[in-house]
């Protein structure tokens, strides 16, 4: 289960998202299904420049709190960017590799959490 430590992680992500006006946020807690991670945070813009914004807001509100991502990928092509907080996984989608990918169906089994 999420510890405090990942719900703080947690919440500086969402309002970061949020803050960019992020669509259909959603968090997953994959802990008790995988060694992955403790949870999956899926958001969706719906332009480049929305997407790097919402990662951008992501890591400089993290780096503020004293997290470093283990390491981002698809920043430059900005269709699914992905910041890894080693507990915490965030996914940045543009809409269509969003439906394409589903994550919300392939870890179905995970735990919807609610922020």
């Known amino acids: 289960m999420i510890e405090e430590m990942g719900n703080k992680k947690l919440q500086i992500i969402f309002d970061a998202l949020d803050d960019k006006k992020a669509e259909n946020i959603s968090v997953i807690d994959i802990s008790e299904i995988t060694i992955l991670a403790d949870c999956f945070v899926i958001a969706s813009g719906s332009n480049p420049n929305q997407i790097h914004a919402m990662a951008d807001a992501v890591d400089e509100k993290m780096s503020k709190a004293g997290y470093s991502p283990r390491s981002v990928e698809g920043y430059r092509n900005a269709n699914w960017i992905l910041m890894d907080y080693e507990d915490i996984v965030v996914h940045i989608f543009d ?13 179905s089994d995970g735990k919807r959490l609610q922020l």
């Open 95 to 107: 809409k269509e590799s969003r439906a394409f990918y589903d994550l919300e169906r392939i870890w």
